[in-house]
């Protein structure tokens, strides 16, 4: 109904956990609207900054990079920030607050305290003081409705050092555009991941059936990529950089015999970093079991 307020707790009572998280996803989006000076400054640079992350291959919630939450989440903070800015000053400041950002000790990015709500109703909240696993997340990008909940824990070493490197590269970009030596353009070219590594792992899902018995198969090993990039960062006690493509391939891979063949292709980019601690080099070249 149009007089329904999506803020009031009252509409959480008697819901389960599922319930709760899929109603939250609306009152995040009318919580952020809430917190903001201008929503129309703040759509058109969200619009922008989402292009620039699908562009340059961080867009992926799943795979472990930022999503749609997330990045609202950050732009709100820099339009609260900078109230009275337009939006092509937001993007550049967008880019200076966060590839500043101390990320490195987990500083989250909040949009207002995180309250343990006003009815009692006992949901968790995020809070890496009562809760061990929450201060096990890279990266707090914290949700302001009531519960509050990390938008971000896919995140994991590789992925970011990938969105660091992309905060970096944005800011440098800008601040050429500021001065007038680069075109917008160049904010939003593609990213180059298959010209910047030597070594890339291919995982290729193949089906014999339709596109839809593809998309299922594809959708359900897409969902556990972030648990391999981890296991390789483990396995290399975290000497090894993997980057996730955020993009995948699919199509028709063979048609024989009335059997067709669909497979769907995800690639990641591997490299060796050296750590502070060891001189020790990985060998990547080598199966992993």
């Known amino acids: 109904p149009d007089d329904l307020d999506l803020m009031d707790e009252h509409n959480l009572l008697n819901m389960d956990e599922e319930s709760v998280r899929s109603i939250n996803g609306c009152r995040v989006a009318e919580c952020i609207l809430r917190l903001i000076p201008d929503a129309d400054n703040y759509r058109m640079t969200l619009r922008c900054i989402r292009l620039w992350a699908k562009r ?7 795979m472990g990079f930022l999503g749609g939450v997330s990045l609202a989440i950050l732009v709100a903070r820099v339009c609260q920030l900078y109230p009275n800015a337009v939006a092509s000053t937001l ?31 006992g949901l968790r ?36 050092r990938v969105i660091q490197d992309e905060f970096d590269r944005g800011l440098s970009v800008v601040t ?11 904010l939003f070219a593609p990213s180059e991941i298959f010209c910047r590594y030597k070594t890339y792992l291919r995982i290729e899902p193949v089906v014999s ?45 063979e048609e024989t015999n009335d059997v067709t063949r669909r497979s769907c292709c995800f690639f990641f980019g591997i490299k060796t970093i050296k750590r502070l ?13």
């Open 56 to 62: 340059r291959g961080v867009y992926s919630n799943v």
């Open 91 to 121: 993007i550049s400041k967008f880019f200076l607050l966060y590839s500043n950002w101390q990320w490195s000790q987990k500083v989250p990015v909040l949009l207002c305290s995180v309250t343990k709500g006003t009815l009692g109703l």
């Open 125 to 160: 909240v995020w809070d890496p003081v009562e809760h061990w696993d929450d201060s096990l997340h890279l990266i707090p990008i914290i949700t302001p409705a009531y519960p509050s909940m990390n938008s971000t824990y896919n995140v994991s070493q590789s992925t970011l």
């Open 176 to 186: 050429e555009i500021e001065l007038g030596h680069e075109p917008w353009d160049k």
């Open 209 to 253: 059936g339709s596109e839809s018995d593809l998309r299922l198969w594809a959708g359900f090993i897409r969902s556990k990529l972030r648990h391999l990039v981890s296991k390789l960062e483990n396995w290399a006690n975290e000497a090894l950089q993997v980057h996730p493509c955020a993009i995948s391939f699919c199509g028709l891979r």
């Open 277 to 289: 601690d060891t001189q020790q080099a990985v060998d990547v070249t080598q199966p992993v079991m």
